[in-house]
């Protein structure tokens, strides 16, 4: 496709459960990032992939929180035992370099997950 | 922790105004960028600052990088409503991207 493709658009789930989302990036791009984003607020970073490994992780809230990228293309972002505080609108982005100084992030238009 | 700080959080203003958006860290990035996004979309970039000082105009929008790198800001001359949106500065360093928390405008016609 010609952007950055996040399913599904949006997603209900019981408190507890286990959901997983998904990140098609731009063809070629070898950067994939994931953000989660509150209503008003910035988007707050929680890992970067290069390639099919994870350079930083660091803004994974909890070991509830795992993401992989295992053929350095589509990206799962994988929540165990949800909780309501997962609520948020889930963000992925790509780029073609992952740490040049002009490199241009391209965001999906989001995952909703509300968490009941 | 690198954090950014926008200012103000919300600006709501009159059609034909203008306004400024400030970006600060304590911390040095190597580039900044500005992004608008709308609802239900993902953001969007403006544009790139990558040298201290540096000056960048997009038609009503000027950008500025402080001479230190650590601050930003964005200049918007004779607002529109299609101006409305959230904007975001967002730091680069080693490869990720940390996004301040983001001003949402309102430009009312």
């Known amino acids: 496709g010609a952007g950055v493709s996040q399913t599904p658009s949006n997603k209900v789930t019981e408190k507890g459960k286990y959901v997983e989302l998904r990140c098609d990036p731009i063809?070629?791009?070898?950067?994939l990032y994931w953000y989660r984003q509150s209503l008003g607020q910035g988007p707050e970073f929680l890992i970067y992939?290069?390639?099919?490994?994870?350079?930083?992780d660091s803004g994974l809230p909890n070991d509830r929180f795992f993401a992989v990228r295992p053929e350095g293309s589509v990206s799962t972002l994988k929540i165990q035992r949800t909780e309501r505080g997962d609520s948020a609108v889930y963000l992925c982005?790509?780029?073609?370099?992952?740490?040049?100084?002009?490199?241009?992030?391209?965001f999906g238009q989001g995952t909703r997950l509300t968490v009941v | 922790t690198q954090l950014l700080e926008q200012s103000p959080q919300f600006l709501s203003i009159q059609e034909g105004e203008n306004l400024t958006v400030y970006c600060n860290s304590s911390?040095?990035?190597?580039?900044l960028q500005w992004y608008r996004q709308e609802p239900g979309e993902g953001p969007v970039l403006l544009v790139t600052?990558?040298?201290?000082?540096e000056v960048k105009k997009l038609k009503r929008l000027t950008f500025q990088f402080g001479d230190a790198r650590k601050d930003s800001s964005l200049h918007i001359t004779a607002a529109q409503p299609g101006d409305t949106g959230l904007y975001l500065c967002?730091?680069?360093?080693?490869?990720?991207?940390?996004f301040g928390q983001g001003t949402t405008l309102q430009v009312k016609p």
């Open positions: 982005a790509s780029s073609s370099q992952g740490s040049g100084m002009n490199t241009e992030a391209f």
């Open positions: 063809s070629g791009h070898t950067a």
């Open positions: 992939f290069q390639g099919t490994g994870a350079a930083d």
């Open positions: 911390s040095v990035f190597s580039s």
């Open positions: 600052v990558v040298t201290g000082g």
């Open positions: 967002a730091g680069l360093n080693t490869g990720k991207l940390i």
